[in-house]
C-alpha cells in the first residue's frame, strides 16, 4: 500500500507542478522545480527498490547474476542518496528564500531566464551522489538465494533483496564506508534540515512581528508575502518532521545491526523497511494540503 501511494502521489506531483512550471510564470517557478526534483527521485526510489521489495515478499524468486547486483546495489545507493539531499535541498532553498524578504531585495519577481544556478545545483545533487556511490557499483555481488547480510546501509537496502550483499575486501573498510555514509548521508543531513527549518521559523515570526506594526511604506509589499511564507514554511516543516522521523528509524535500526547485533535487532530492521517506505509515501499527501495547484486538481477531481 505504501508503495502504491508513493509511486502514484509522486507521479501526481511530477504531473501536476510540472505543467505548472512550464505553462505558468512567476516567482514560485523555481520552489515548483525542487519539489519536482524531490519527487522524482522518491518515484524512482519507489520504482526501482521499493517495488522489488513488494515483489519479493509476495514470493517472486529473481536472483540476477554478479553483474546485475552491482548496478542494482549502485543505482539503490544513488537515487537513496539523491533522496535526502534533494529533501534538504528544498528546506535550504526556503531558508535562503526567506532571508532575502526585506528592504535589500531588488526586485519581487524573479527572472524570466532559465535558473541556471538551480540547475546546476540539481545537477551536482545528482552527480556528486553518483560518484559517492561508486564502491556500490564495485564492492557488492550476488550472495544466493540463502544469504545473509552482514554490513548495511540505510542507502541502500535493510536485508539481501535479490541476494545482492556488500562485498568490501574487509571487515574494516566495510564498516569504514558504514560510518562515512552515516555521517555523510544520515547525520549532517538531519542536522541541517533541523538547523534551517529552525532559522526559517525565527525569521518568519521577525518578520510576522514587523507585519503587525508596519504601516504603509515601501516595505509593505514585501511585508505583506509572510503569510504565504509562513504556510510554506509550515508545509515544508512537515516534510522534514515526516523525513527525520523515517529516516531516524531506519539510522538507528541499520546501525544498530551494524555495531551491535543484539536481540532486537530483526524487529528494528522491519522497522527500518516501513519506515523507509514512509516518507516517500507521506509527503505527497502532505504537499496536496499545501500546494495550491495540487489542492485545486484534487477538488477538480472530487467535483
Not at 22 to 45: F, K, P, Q, T
Request: charge should be positive; glycine fraction near 8%.
Amino acid at each position: 500500500m505504501l508503495v502504491l501511494l508513493g509511486i502514484l502521489g509522486n507521479a501526481a506531483v511530477i504531473l501536476v507542478v510540472g505543467d505548472s512550471i512550464v505553462h505558468e510564470r512567476g516567482g514560485g517557478r523555481n520552489s515548483d522545480m525542487i519539489l519536482v526534483n524531490m519527487a522524482l527521485s522518491n518515484l524512482m526510489v519507489s520504482v526501482m527498490r521499493n517495488t522489488l521489495l513488494v515483489t519479493s515478499d509476495f514470493g517472486l524468486e529473481v536472483l540476477p547474476g554478479k553483474d546485475w547486483c552491482q548496478f542494482l546495489m549502485g543505482v539503490w545507493v544513488w537515487l537513496r542518496s539523491v533522496n535526502v539531499w534533494s529533501t534538504l535541498f528544498l528546506s535550504a532553498f526556503h531558508f535562503s528564500t526567506l532571508k532575502r524578504i526585506g528592504p535589500p531585495i531588488a526586485s519581487l519577481n524573479s527572472s524570466c531566464g532559465p535558473p541556471k544556478a538551480l540547475l546546476m545545483c540539481f545537477g551536482l545533487i545528482w552527480g556528486l551522489n553518483l560518484l559517492y556511490s561508486v564502491p556500490a557499483f564495485v564492492y557488492s555481488t550476488n550472495g544466493g538465494k540463502n544469504a545473509t547480510e552482514t554490513l548495511m546501509l540505510v542507502s541502500s537496502t535493510t536485508r539481501p533483496l535479490l541476494g545482492c550483499v556488500w562485498d568490501f575486501p574487509s571487515t574494516y573498510s566495510g564498516l569504514a564506508f558504514a560510518t562515512t555514509s552515516m555521517v555523510i548521508h544520515e547525520v549532517i543531513p538531519i542536522f541541517l534540515m533541523s538547523s534551517t527549518n529552525l532559522g526559517s521559523l525565527l525569521i518568519l515570526y521577525a518578520h510576522g512581528n514587523a507585519h503587525n506594526i508596519a504601516n504603509k511604506d515601501q516595505d509593505a509589499p514585501i511585508l505583506r508575502r509572510v503569510p504565504a511564507e509562513r504556510r510554506a514554511a509550515k508545509v515544508i516543516l512537515a516534510l522534514i518532521i515526516l523525513f527525520i522521523i523515517s529516516w531516524g528509524a531506519s539510522v538507528i535500526s541499520v546501525n544498530y545491526f551494524n555495531y551491535n547485533r543484539g536481540a532486537s535487532s530483526a524487529y528494528l530492521l522491519i522497522l527500518a523497511r516501513f519506515s523507509n517506505s514512509a516518507f516517500i509515501a507521506l509527503s505527497p499527501v502532505i504537499l496536496a494540503v499545501g500546494h495550491r495547484k495540487l489542492r485545486e486538481v484534487i477538488k477538480s477531481l472530487f467535483k
